[in-house]
């Protein structure tokens, strides 16, 4: 096996990526619409971008009304400014912190650690960013720990994969800031010659369907 084979498994679920690719479309017509207005925003144009933003929580949350409901608390305005800022970036760090000003995206500080929690925002660059970003969750990171254990050899790191248990690495990897995922993405970058994919998120979404092989959604 290969990691295209992780992005197959991935792509399997007909409706979750009929979703995902819809999610694409609007991201890239907000975009499109960021460039053209820049500053000066249209009512239209500020709804796009907070629409967008409701449905990347929606996607992030796979439709889960109890993990939903933070985006909408976020004015257009600050959306439109959060997603400029993250396309005008120069950094990772600065790009992901953008986003991280919303939200239900890593606004607040975790009361034990202090840190903020950057996952549900990479979920929003995987969108706006997807040659550069990926997503990063407890999955992701599991697995590519795992590859890089096997040298990169899928079956193997399938094999050490359900070995483990994934209550405990869900745990154990439950809060990432934002330069914990602006790694894990230069490694998703790493892997796209290798494994002959172009954009980070295809590496990043065939990381993410090998850890369903392994560990199934219920």
Known sequence: MNLSDGLNRY???????????????????????????????????????????????????????????????NSPKEVWEAFRGALDAKTDVQSILSIMRLTGFGASQDEETGQRRAKVATAVLRFLKPDEWGVVDWRTIAMLGLLKNAKGNVDQALELARKEKPVELRSALDIVDERGACEVNREYRAMRAPAHLTRTVDVEMAIFGLSLMAWPIP
């Not at 991201?27 to 500053?39: E, F, N, P």
């Not at 239209?44 to 109890?66: I, N, Q």
């Open 11 to 73: 792509q399997k679920d007909a409706v979750e990526w009929k979703f995902t690719q819809n999610t694409e479309a609007m991201a890239r017509d907000v975009r499109s619409l960021i460039l053209l207005h820049g500053d000066q925003p249209t009512l239209a144009a500020l709804a796009a971008a907070h629409a967008l933003l409701v449905d990347v929580e929606k996607w992030k949350a796979m439709c889960l009304k109890e993990r939903m409901g933070n985006a909408a608390k």
